[in-house]
């Protein structure tokens, strides 16, 4: 059983940044982990994804403004987001894929965290 825990959330103005981290319990063998995000009354949606071996993907969304990264002693994965825009206000959560499959799709996470709250004022 692995668990994950987010911190680093927060209230910022728009233009700010903010880093999430996940702390991942134990790790022996996965596909790749990600960040997800859920607005109130939305649905969850990908956001940005790294596999075991550090190749990334982005949601269109955040390409540019957002970076994913690992590291792999600390078993502790981060996203970094600069130019936060109100729209980017969400729980957001990270999860762990053991099997792949498509980075965006909920289902294909076997693990997830708690979440941590973003807010981004204008």
């Known amino acids: 059983q692995v668990q994950l825990v987010e911190s680093g959330g927060g209230s910022v103005q728009a233009g700010g940044s903010l880093r999430l981290s996940c702390v991942a319990s134990?790790?022996?063998?996965?596909?790749?982990m990600g960040w997800f995000r859920q607005a109130s009354g939305k649905k969850r949606e990908g956001v940005a994804v790294i596999e075991r071996l550090g190749r990334t993907n982005y949601a269109d969304s955040v390409k540019g403004r957002f970076t994913i990264s690992q590291d792999n002693a600390k078993n502790t994965l981060y996203l970094q987001m600069n130019s936060l825009e109100p729209e980017d206000t969400a729980m957001y959560y990270c999860?762990?894929?053991?099997?792949?499959?498509?980075?965006?799709?909920?289902?294909?996470?076997?693990?997830w965290g708690q979440g941590t709250q973003v807010t981004v004022s204008s």
């Open positions: 134990a790790v022996y063998n996965y596909y790749y």
């Open positions: 999860a762990l894929s053991v099997y792949g499959g498509t980075w965006y799709n909920p289902p294909n996470y076997r693990y």
